[in-house]
């Protein structure tokens, strides 16, 4: 049985918390691991403040940064728990291409499940459905969200020049863009995973790096 989303945030945020507690040599990894996640956490509490949790929702791929981005999030919400009793799901956008593998199709469900989201799924085949048709229809929906929080990393295409905070660009549908993980790096996202003990996509297991 799923506990109900505030106790699911409480037991991130009490892991998170604890990991932070936890004392690591200021050169090592894990060290750098807790300075990235204290100043992650410090985006996801802005963004909460400015927005409101009913302002808000998560891009969400089942992918390793984007699972990272999710438990910052909710670890960030545990200020707010009791405003999460009234919402039983956070809302998220899936936008996947055309042939997505099954083992990711099967994480992201059953991790959507795990963490109280609620997915809006888009499948994407340029011409005639893009990322940006998707996440117009997406806030068509979903008129209250002001916000979305995205897994982007500093290395990934188009990330060299973006902040915790970006409005989309022109042309596309207004809203702001977050993205507590910008600064991480590869290394980090995968020793919080593991000192964690996240479950993951098995994919990475054999092999496939993204």
């Not at 929702?57 to 009234?86: M, Q, R, T």
Request: proline share 8%.
């Amino acid at each position: 049985v799923i506990p109900p989303l505030p106790v699911v945030i409480e037991h991130i945020h009490a892991r998170v918390q604890d990991f932070l507690a936890e004392s690591h040599p200021p050169d090592s990894l894990l060290a750098s691991v807790q300075r990235s996640t204290r100043t992650s956490l410090e985006v996801v509490a802005s963004a909460v403040a400015q927005y409101k949790l009913s302002g808000l929702s998560l891009a969400y791929n089942g992918g390793k940064d984007c699972l990272v981005l999710l438990i910052l999030f909710l670890a960030g919400l545990h200020p707010y728990a009791s405003h999460a009793e009234s919402t039983s799901k956070i809302p998220a956008i899936y936008a996947l291409p055309p042939d997505p593998f099954p083992e990711v199709e099967d994480f992201v469900v059953s991790s959507a499940q795990a963490y109280h989201l609620s997915i809006t799924k888009y499948t994407t085949e340029p011409p005639h459905t893009t990322l940006r048709s998707s996440f117009e229809d997406y806030l068509a929906l979903h008129p209250g969200v002001r916000a979305i929080f995205v897994g982007t990393r500093r290395t990934d295409p188009h990330g060299a020049k973006l902040t915790h905070f970006d409005r989309t660009d022109g042309g596309w549908p207004d809203f702001m863009r977050i993205h507590p993980v910008i600064d991480w790096n590869y290394a980090e996202i995968w020793a919080f995973i593991r000192h964690l003990g996240l479950e993951y996509c098995r994919l990475y297991d054999m092999g496939y790096t993204s």
